[in-house]
């Protein structure tokens, strides 16, 4: 049966697939570096698929001053992640997809769980990389700083060294949790659509608040 | 036979013209004493004026030439500070421009290899008479040849060199919309060059002005040339607006002395400025009315691609005679050895700067047209009509000063002229000739400069007065002083002395054009990707060393901060080493050099982001030699080197090279 609520759920189901599909569109990430010789910063982005930066060579240029200290280059094609992400994102596009079809209160709530929890696993496996590449350093690296890793912060500031690292979100990150949001608030518009449904359609079962209203007229 | 030195009948010009110098090096070492006049402000005002804070950037880039270093200068305004030195005529050890592989044939020319000029007037690119920041030209007065500076990267990408024409003065000035480059001879010489007595000057010598016409793209050719008298073509500037497809030409010498000039090419009351209709003249040569003279140039191109310039050589010009071309060339009288011809914003004044007289005459455009017209002639030279000065003249500015030189424009009307003998620089109003102020220098101006003043639209704030003479302004170097460029502002009505700086080389000329035209068009890095250099090393898997017969090829790639390869075995005494090093780096600044010991003809590389070049290196002893990087790029610069071998013809060491192999 169509309600008002039931639409606005479904309208909200929809909202949280498109915004889904915008992540591929937009970087995730962005991890910015200051130095006294890039006062302008060097940023690099990081997207469902790939890795840039301001141009081609942002990347190259950041392996090079990263090879002093001894760090990994940054390789997208080592990177699996790059490969599977896009594919698992189109696949919780597609079951968003099925849920709105659906249109149940249940299809709502799972998929928007399991969207946050592949989301928190996402963002896991990032810091796992970040810790990797800050961590795993050439011991013949030709700057060797005693206790010193190079891990760039998950959000916020980090002093490494000549070099100040920004991480934070970028768009395609809002737009996954807005996906999360909407997921939730389609599930909760639907329940409270029902709790009205009942209300409506069985005026003799009391709602607790109208019970108390009776009992306080005998 | 003539006296050798001062004719008797002529003596009392001298010395009447060495009476008025010395008064005029007293009136300029009063002026010296009164430092400031009339424009003086206090030190505070004007430091505040130049001062530009750290971080910050220059309003104006201006480029001086460097006269006899062969080079340009670059410097900012209003602080006067220098940026970079552009090497164009001349060898460049510090970059090895001129002494890479890639570079020699910029300086080629049928001559042969010259590493040297004497570079005078800078001149930028224009689209409707207002300079555009594509290109910046430049004459070599000595071998006569004009450059081509692509202002994308400051770099040489162009030389040509102009056949038939001796001392390249009146040189590279362009029309409205760079049509046309133009090089006036300063000397006449015989056309074609051949043995003939000296003496024999009025029969034989001849004068050329040529026509450099630049493609879109902006390589130039020699397009055509004027025959003209035997005269001295010292300086030239194109009409602009109405007066937009004819160029002006000082000339003096029209005594056609071929000796002691001081004196035998100061007699005649006038001169002449050539006023040449380049429409008419492209129109003759389309009818096929010229003549092809011999003639071998050089025209010699950095191709940006394959970042490697290319020598072209060409046999003959096209050449017009002015005596079979009606409406071609007029001679308009000018007064006592005109210097420069300077051409207001409107297009309608065009200044002659008598250098030996005290007022400057004015002429008008629109009244040299009327004259054509009605054929108001006095005489003709050569074929060439001699218009009635009285008919020309739109002014006469009595300056009270001696020895202008050179006129350039602000955007209010007004115009600037320095006066070398009386060492001040003079401003008056275009229209009513009067005077409005006047300001020393510090001594003895050549060439002046307003960002744009000789464009249909001056940037009219700042004004550079090109000091010749520096004396006491700067602590005694020895007897060898450098020479010396005043800023002064020219926003009010009088002008204030802001700035004194040191100059490179001898400035002549400069142009200055603001820095957000240029600014966002200067390129950061080459791309690695787009370089087609034969010898390029893209990756340092492709590093190698190969040898055929003698020659030995090294392709060879620099990254912070090491080599590849850095070790080299298997070179033996009597082969020729040509190192082809690529830098490999894309980022802004990461520039590396090359060096290896015991180069005896070359200099070092400088290899910017993404360039490759190569170094020609014939060893002359056996042992090992280290090669290094000599830019200080990085953390580990010092640690940037590596060993070439030079065995014995008689050892037998095989040819290995590598990197990292213990
Ligand atoms: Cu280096």
Redesign the interface.
């Known amino acids: 049966m169509k309600t008002k609520s039931n639409r606005t759920a479904s309208w909200l189901m929809l909202g949280a697939v498109l915004s889904s599909v915008l992540i591929y569109f937009f970087p995730l990430w962005k991890i910015t570096l200051y130095a006294p010789q890039y006062p302008q910063g060097i940023r690099m982005y990081i997207w469902i698929n790939k890795i840039t930066g301001d141009d081609a060579y942002t990347l190259q240029n950041i392996n090079i001053l990263n090879h002093y200290v001894g760090m990994k280059d940054i390789d997208p094609h080592a990177v699996p992640e790059l490969y599977y992400f896009p594919y698992a994102l189109a696949g919780i596009i597609f079951l968003g997809v099925i849920a709105w079809l659906i249109k149940k209160r249940w299809t709502y709530l799972s998929w928007a769980i399991l969207y946050a929890l592949s989301g928190a696993i996402a963002i896991y496996d990032f810091y796992l990389w970040e810790y990797d590449y800050g961590h795993h350093l050439d011991p013949k690296a030709p700057i060797k700083v005693p206790g010193m890793a190079y891990q760039p912060p998950l959000i916020g500031t980090k002093h490494l060294l000549n070099f100040t690292a920004i991480s934070l979100p970028e768009w395609a990150a809002v737009f996954m949790l807005v996906s999360v949001v909407l997921g939730f608030a389609a599930y909760w518009c639907c329940r409270s659509s029902s709790d009205k449904q009942l209300a409506h359609h069985h005026p003799n079962i009391l709602t607790s608040s109208s019970q108390s209203r009776v009992l306080s007229h005998h | 036979m003539k006296p050798k030195i001062f004719p008797q009948q002529k003596q009392l010009i001298p010395l009447f013209c060495g009476i008025i110098t010395i008064a005029g090096l007293l009136l300029s070492s009063c002026n010296s004493h009164s430092s400031g006049g009339q424009g003086a402000i206090s030190a505070q005002e004007a430091a505040q004026q130049v001062y530009v804070a750290p971080g910050q950037y220059d309003e104006f880039y201006a480029f001086m030439s460097g006269g006899y270093n062969g080079q340009v200068s670059v410097y900012g305004l209003p602080s006067g500070r220098l940026f970079k030195i552009i090497p164009v005529f001349s060898q460049n050890p510090e970059n090895g421009y001129g002494y890479s592989e890639e570079t020699k044939p910029l300086l080629m020319t049928s001559y042969g290899f010259i590493p040297w000029d004497d570079a005078h007037h800078p001149e930028l690119s224009q689209t409707d008479g207002i300079p555009d920041g594509r290109w910046l030209f430049i004459n070599a007065n000595n071998t006569p040849r004009v450059a081509r500076i692509d202002l994308k990267t400051f770099e040489t990408v162009e030389t040509i060199e102009i056949p038939n024409s001796a001392g390249n003065h009146s040189s590279p000035f362009v029309t409205e919309n760079t049509e046309y480059v133009v090089a006036g001879t300063r000397f006449s010489v015989p056309i074609p060059q051949k043995d003939v007595p000296i003496a024999s000057y009025k029969q034989n010598f001849g004068g050329v002005l040529s026509f450099i016409k630049v493609a879109p793209s902006g390589d130039m050719d020699l397009a055509f040339q004027v025959m003209m008298p035997g005269f001295d073509y010292d300086l030239a500037h194109a009409g602009k607006g109405k007066s937009k497809d004819w160029v002006f030409f000082t000339c003096y010498n029209s005594e056609e002395a071929h000796t002691l000039l001081e004196v035998n090419a100061s007699q005649r009351d006038k001169d002449f400025v050539a006023a040449i209709n380049w429409k008419k003249a492209e129109e003759y040569v389309q009818q096929g009315k010229y003549h092809e003279f011999p003639g071998t140039y050089y025209d010699n191109r950095f191709d940006t691609s394959t970042q490697t310039a290319h020598s072209y050589v060409h046999q003959g010009v096209k050449v017009l005679i002015p005596s079979e071309c009606p409406g071609l060339v007029y001679f308009i009288p000018a007064p006592k050895s005109p210097h420069g011809v300077d051409v207001d914003p409107s297009g309608n004044y065009i200044v002659a700067n008598g250098k030996l007289s005290a007022d400057l005459s004015v002429f008008s455009f629109d009244k040299i047209q009327q004259a054509i017209q009605q054929k108001q002639f006095d005489g003709e030279v050569n074929g060439i009509p001699v218009l009635k000065f009285d008919a020309v003249l739109a002014g006469i500015v009595k300056s009270g000063g001696l020895g202008p030189l050179h006129t350039e424009f602000d955007d209010k009307g007004n115009a600037y002229t320095t006066f070398f003998i009386s060492s001040e620089v003079v401003k008056w109003k275009l229209g009513t000739w009067q005077v409005e102020d006047r300001q020393p220098t510090f001594y003895s101006p050549g060439h002046l400069m307003i960002p744009g003043g000789d464009s249909r639209k001056p940037w009219g704030k700042y004004l550079v007065a090109l000091n010749k003479i520096t004396k006491d302004r700067y602590l005694p170097t020895g007897p060898e002083l450098c020479q010396s460029a005043q800023l002064f502002d020219i926003s009010g009505d009088k002008m204030k002395l802001l700035l004194d700086f040191p100059t490179v080389g001898e400035p002549h000329y400069a142009q200055a054009i603001p820095a957000s035209i240029l600014m966002p068009r200067s390129d950061k890095?080459y791309q690695l990707a787009s370089n087609h250099n034969p010898y390029v090393t893209r990756t340092e898997k492709d590093a190698k060393v190969v040898r055929k017969g003698k020659r030995v090829d090294v392709y060879m790639t620099e990254?912070?901060s090491h080599f590849v390869p850095d070790n080299i075995e298997g070179i033996y005494l009597g082969d020729t080493v040509y190192f082809h090093v690529t830098n490999l780096?894309?980022?802004w600044d990461?520039a590396h050099g090359f060096a290896v010991e015991g180069n005896r003809e070359n200099a070092e590389l400088l290899l910017m982001p993404g360039q490759t070049k190569t170094l020609k290196w014939v060893p002359v002893r056996v042992g090992v030699f280290p090669f290094y990087c000599t830019d200080f790029c990085s953390?580990?610069h010092q640690?940037m080197q590596g060993y070439v071998r030079v065995s014995s013809p008689n050892d037998n060491v095989a040819l290995t090279w590598s990197t990292g192999k213990e």
């Open positions: 890095i990254i912070r780096e894309q980022d990461a953390a580990l640690e």
